[in-house]
């Protein structure tokens, strides 16, 4: 064994040693330590830090995905095999639940975000594979090729720079605090929120004209929403696995998902300084970066950032207390971005103030703690930060497509289903 210690920011012991063989070894000596001292062994469902090359994510992505090849491989068996298709009510009332953003928060509060992937993934694809419409498998299942790979993408990027960010000289600090804001709703759950609505209302007003309960299923399917889920579903995917092997660890793909929603952005004046106190060269692209975003900038005023108040919306006074800067923004029913890097623990008003934001980015280049609580940490510095807002235009653009993509295909298979050329088809 080479040396062990404890990480107070992942709360784990950390062990490392020469050889893979001796970690059970290992294990169980630690566990005869802990036994001694009167530790015993957490539960499984205790609540903690989790480590950024836990596997369960992978598991996870994969198991959903396995669940689509299952079901579209019964599909096309049974549509081989000529067996009747199970009613269309089925599938559409499966795909009402799926889509509707109540149902799923619902769910999610009840089994945590992967079971309630796994069970909605699993009723799909039964439904799906029933019902012989393979069309609806296939294009899940390539969104959770995206999700497997941005998955395995950021334990990668863990793993790279393991040996710097968990070392024992190094300043780790965990989640602590006041909890992180609620997510806010994004453009895509509204519209799948009103597009819910207005398919169950479509399929009332369908079977009350045609006395039809297949032809109000199929009404209740063209009102779908999955355009506008999945368009912004895979673009975040392929963003946090591009970050990812850029040096970016996302911590919270979730929260990540929430960037084109920012409207506010503030810069902590640690993150901008460089190692000489000066102005850091990529100062001025950052700043610029968002305001072609269309972002607010905040920036706490500083005499090395002189240069650079006219870029920005708002200068506040360097005495004035990060949190309460940001909190201020939040009155605004705005999503807040927070760039900061925290030097220490002590730094208790930047800490707050990442934990209040929407979307909290830690710088950990030269001397910058590692803020596991932050949903991304930028490894490089303002660079990584460059690069997550230059997305910022881009996320916006794919979820206005998507929705509009999303009201035309409803558009068009409700006029179909109007006209009756719906009945009996696939998808």
Known sequence: MLFAYWDDGLARLVVSATEEEATDDVVEHAARLAARHGFELAAGDVEETTHPADPAGVRAAVATFGVDVL???VAVTGYAL???????LVTAVVTLLRENPRFRAWLRARLGSDRMDLVLATAN???????????????????????????????AAFDAVHDDLCGPDRISLAPGGESRPPLRESPAQEYASHASTGSVLGAAA?????????????AV????PKAARYGPAAFHAVLSAALSRTGVLVRDPERLRRLDMAGTVVLHAGALRGAD??????AE??????????????????????????????????RRPLDDVVYEARGETQTVLTVARVGSAEESDVLAALRASDVAVALTDRDGAVVWGADMLALHG???????LIAIPAARAVGGRSQTLARSGAALSGLLVAVGEAKGGRG
């Open 82 to 88: 000529r067996l009747p298709p199970s009613p269309r």
């Open 71 to 73: 079901g579209t491989a």
């Open 277 to 282: 106190g000066e102005a850091d060269p990529w």
């Open 221 to 224: 399917l063209a009102g779908s």
């Open 382 to 388: 303002l660079p990584d930060v460059w690069r997550v």
């Open 285 to 318: 692209p950052v700043l610029d970066a968002a305001r072609r975003a269309g972002l607010r900038v905040v920036l706490v005023d500083d005499p090395a950032l002189e240069d650079f108040t006219g870029l920005a919306d708002q200068v506040v006074d360097a």
């Open 125 to 155: 694809a039964a439904a799906h594979g029933a019902g012989q419409t393979p069309a609806s498998l296939l294009l899940d299942g390539t969104l959770r090729a995206c999700q497997i790979a941005e998955t395995v993408a950021r334990a």
């Open 206 to 218: 369908t079977l009350l004209v045609k006395h039809d309960g297949t032809e109000a299923a199929e």
